[in-house]
């Protein structure tokens, strides 16, 4: 039905960088919110930045100025660059969109598989 593809996930070293892509595919009308969370080992899964439909954006304190959400509507992608990695970023990062199948289906939330991200000190 709808399926998001996440890829860019790897091994850093603290002060370096990756970039995260999401791709959404399927059965798709149209995109509201796109985002990125993430979950570390033992804690809640929590929200790293969103943007909007129309490129507003939100960031978690722990990462604004280190890391930027961009997308692309046409392409229906979202990603994640990010900065001055530190250690505390590791975790397993998760794409989400909320998309709507069509006007008949409503909106649902959709999650990608997720993609784990290990920052070394």
């Known amino acids: 039905q709808v399926q998001l593809m996440e890829s860019g996930g790897g091994l850093v070293q603290a002060g370096g960088s990756l970039r995260l892509s999401c791709a959404a595919s399927?059965?798709?009308?149209?995109?509201?919110?796109m985002g990125w969370y993430r979950q570390a080992p033992g804690k809640p899964r929590e929200l790293v930045a969103g943007?909007?439909?129309?490129?507003?954006?939100r960031y978690a304190d722990s990462v604004k100025g280190r890391f930027t959400i961009s997308r692309d509507n046409a392409k229906n992608t979202v990603s994640l660059q990010m900065n001055s990695l530190k250690p505390e970023d590791t975790a397993v990062y998760y794409c989400?969109?909320?998309?709507?199948?069509?006007?008949?289906?409503?909106?649902?939330?959709?999650w990608g598989q997720g993609t784990q991200v290990t920052v070394s000190s």
């Open positions: 989400n969109a909320v998309i709507s199948r069509g006007i008949l289906y409503g909106s649902s939330d959709y």
């Open positions: 399927g059965s798709i009308f149209s995109i509201n919110d």
């Open positions: 943007i909007s439909s129309g490129g507003r954006t």
